[in-house]
Nanobody, 123 residues
Framework: QVQLVESGGGLVQPGGSLRLSCVAS????????MGWYRQAPGKQRDLVAT???????NYADFVKGRFTVSRDSAKNTVHLQMNSLEPEDTAVYYC?????????????????WGQGTQVTVSS
């Protein structure tokens, strides 16, 4: 099986920074893309940022210029550097991976999710 584990969440003041990390482990053959989604209470889960195999990135408009997503493919790890945090960024942040498991069907990937890590921005 595959497991995604997030870390780095916590409580920060407006304008502060946090760095989230996510490590994928298990029977992984290939990771196509990794990234982050977030979900605030009573709201849907929204894309924050993703990064592909060529380090091509995709950001939601509400984090452009403030957040940076990066990955270490050799370690099956993705990071999210969050700067200039605002109260509106408060949410549970979920790690996401589009990957192919060992012994899976050739060329077929599936979506996997971490358990989430809480980010709270408040004074």
């Amino acid at each position: 099986q595959v497991q995604l584990v997030e870390s780095g969440g916590g409580l920060v003041q407006p304008g502060g920074s946090l760095r989230l990390s996510c490590v994928a482990s298990g029977s992984i053959h290939y990771i196509n893309a990794m990234g982050w989604y977030r979900q605030a209470p009573g709201k849907q889960r929204d894309l924050v940022a993703t990064i592909g195999t060529g380090n091509d990135t995709n950001y939601a408009d509400f984090v452009k210029g403030r957040f940076t997503v990066s990955r270490d493919s050799a370690k099956n790890t993705v990071h999210l550097q969050m700067n200039s945090l605002e109260p509106e960024d408060t949410a549970v942040y979920y790690c996401y991976a589009d990957l192919m498991e060992d012994y899976g069907e050739l060329g077929v990937t599936d979506d996997y999710w971490g358990q989430g890590t809480q980010v709270t921005v408040s004074s």
